[in-house]
């Protein structure tokens, strides 16, 4: 479990994110779950935001037009699924959580039918504090495993208490 105290921490560790994942030659979903305004779009922001092709990209939450795609490489499909909580999902985004060459990033995650979820994922679940957010990461498969061993290094400057393994 790490602490994030504020959305400049939230955006640093999407930075960290993009750093190992830039690397990675098929990179894991990031599957985000959290309550509204937990940092979801932050840490999509810095991730975008330090990958190669990110000034052609505009962050902003995909939640009325369902999901934004960034020019960056690799490629960042990011879908936000809150607007569709009971519903199945469209076939561009099964169609993505089969494409192993774009990163696909799901917030609101917990609305896609758990049966649907990639085998190569990092589960990220936000919960408000009384002085930021803690943010739980499981890895799901061997990549995604890969990559949070990777991140736990820089999880430091954030007060790791610590990781799992679903």
């Known amino acids: 479990m790490l602490h994030?105290?504020?959305?400049?921490?939230?955006?640093?560790?999407?930075?960290?994110m993009a750093a190992v994942l830039a690397g990675t030659v098929?990179?894991?979903?990031?599957?985000?779950?959290?309550?509204?305004?937990?940092?979801?779009?932050?840490l999509v922001r810095g991730l975008v935001g330090a990958l190669p092709g990110s000034e052609l990209a505009e962050?902003?939450?995909?939640?009325f037009n369902i999901c934004n795609l960034y020019p960056t490489t690799p490629?960042?499909?990011?879908?936000?699924?809150?607007?569709?909580?009971?519903?199945?999902p469209d076939e561009g985004l099964l169609e993505r959580l089969?494409?192993?060459?774009?990163l696909l990033v799901v917030e609101w995650a917990q609305?896609?039918?758990?049966?649907?979820?990639?085998?190569?994922?990092l589960v990220l679940t936000w919960s408000p504090t009384r002085t930021g957010r803690t943010l739980d990461m499981h890895a799901m498969?061997?990549?995604a495993r890969g990559v949070l061993d990777s991140l736990a290094g820089?999880?430091?400057?954030?007060?790791?208490?610590?990781?799992?393994l679903l």
């Open 98 to 102: 089969e494409d192993r060459d774009t």
């Open 111 to 121: 609305f896609l039918d758990r049966e649907l979820w990639p085998e190569e994922a």
């Open 26 to 42: 098929w990179p894991p979903a990031l599957l985000l779950q959290g309550v509204l305004g937990s940092g979801k779009t932050t």
């Open 141 to 143: 498969g061997k990549t």
């Open 154 to 164: 820089t999880f430091d400057q954030f007060s790791q208490q610590s990781t799992g």
């Open 75 to 88: 490629p960042v499909a990011h879908y936000d699924l809150y607007r569709l909580e009971n519903m199945p």
């Open 59 to 63: 962050v902003s939450s995909p939640s």
């Open 4 to 16: 994030l105290a504020d959305e400049r921490a939230t955006r640093e560790l999407g930075k960290a």
